[in-house]
């Protein structure tokens, strides 16, 4: 039976509305899928067509798994503008769901043209149903709630469930029947991940399942010629990549680059002059800025456990310990399994804290520079272990993993929990498509770095993104007080909101 706060709301699972067990099952197969399939990518797509890869070099290789990254966030503006304006945050979220699946039984056949398709497949579910999760979660609690950040933290643990078990599961099946054979995995789980999400559908609110902005016919005309217009500029940009690069992985990484850059920018300054956003609302913005500066070089250095962390693995890492050979997928295994460990405590501390130190722009100083220093570790790692020398310890990278996590943890739930609060109400579903940006935008960068500045080794790559890193947490410290106050006066003005509420009620009933 559920219990009730005092705020009426039934919960029943670890305190927290009830919904969000649905959710956390939900997300826990779609990220195995997720994960599952991105632990083999990058050796399936430069491995050799005789081992059934797709035989792409190293260099081209490593800039489309981080285009491949930068491409699915990106599309979390699709996924916003869909469940903001038309369908709601729970259709949405199926209909990624169901290409999703789509993109993996197509990985299983063993036809180049399948897996590139499959590989777009996924790329433009995941943005349909990424953003649109987290929004629904984010529904599950009332303006004020202080479970907020404490029910985001267990669902970034459910992430990590996924993640953690699909690294093992698909790399043992990989190694035992192929790529293919992994991928088989990853969309067994998803039809899971569907069939949970269908028979959870009662628990979820009303808010998730209607649009928060529904378009009028005259708007729909509009934002189709938007539409046709941001497609055109897409091939534009693409048909001139082409032009000088003569390349198409070239162009489609510079294409994504650039419109993933350009798609933040555009949305910050909708959200500045948009009329559907409050003065009280735009202040809100501006706090979230620096925040989210700063997640986007955590994704930079977070997001290279696929790329270049799994090139170490694979190129400058001795994986054997005795007579057993460690399979180099398993390293993208320690980041979820840290997670999976030490969430349940972190959100319960975050949960007894709340109101207290540390306060949202703590956690954010605290995570970006222990994300610096891991950086900082890696670039030390493949200056000192560089590939054709000797081989590093399997214990080094783990312990970058394990340092880089630690610094993630205090940034990726709470920026999560703080996009649902300081976006304007008129856009929360695409508010979390913004805080998914910063990810598209750093792997998209990442990946125009890795193709186009091919002389800049490994280890000169992580010592620029440490310098800029640590200096954007002195920055972030600096500004932590007023990002404090405008929390501190959204918390206030929620309290006066609802006291304002149950006096008309009460008013009512006279």
Known sequence: ???????????????HPAGLKWLFAMEACERFSYYGMRAILLYFIIDTSAHGGLALSKASGQALVAVYGASAYFLSILGGVLADRFVGPYRSTLYGGVIVLTGHLLLILPVEAASWTGICCVAVGTGLLKP??????????????????????????????GAFCAAFIVGMLRAAGGYHAGFAAAAVVMALSLLVFLIGRSSMPVEAMHPTQRLARHQRTKLAAGSAGAVTVTVAVFLLFLMFSRNTPDAVIGTVSVLSAAAALGYFAVLFRSRSVTP???????????????ALLVWMIE????????TFAASHTDLRIGGFHIPPEWYQSINPAVIVLFAPFLAAWFTTRAGKFPGLAHKFVFGTGVTALSALL?????????????????????????IQTVGVMFISPVGAAATTMLMPKAFKAQGMAVWLL???????????????????????????LTAITA????????????????????AQNHHSTDASQNQLVVGGTK
């Not at 890696?378 to 394990?402: D, E, I, K, T």
């Not at 910063?438 to 620029?464: K, P, T």
């Open 132 to 161: 649109n999760v987290q929004t629904m979660a984010g529904t599950l609690y009332r303006d004020g709630d202080l479970r907020r950040d404490g029910g985001f933290q267990l669902l970034y643990m459910s992430v990590n469930i």
């Open 438 to 464: 910063n990810n598209a935008v750093a792997q998209g960068v990442a990946a125009a770095v890795i193709r186009y500045m091919d002389e800049l080794s490994d280890a000169d790559f992580y010592y620029w």
């Open 303 to 310: 997001e290279q456990a696929a790329v270049k962390m799994a």
């Open 280 to 294: 009280f609302e735009r202040r809100n913005v501006r706090a979230y800025l620096p925040l989210w500066f700063a």
């Open 1 to 15: 039976m559920s219990k009730a706060t005092d705020s009426g709301v039934p919960t029943e699972f670890f305190g």
């Open 378 to 402: 890696m670039g030390l790692a493949f200056q000192r272990w560089p590939a054709g020398g000797s081989l590093a310890p399997w214990w080094v990278l783990l312990a970058v993993f394990v």
């Open 471 to 490: 200096a954007l947490t002195f920055v972030l410290m600096l500004y932590s007080p007023s990002i404090t106050r405008r929390m501190r006066d959204l």
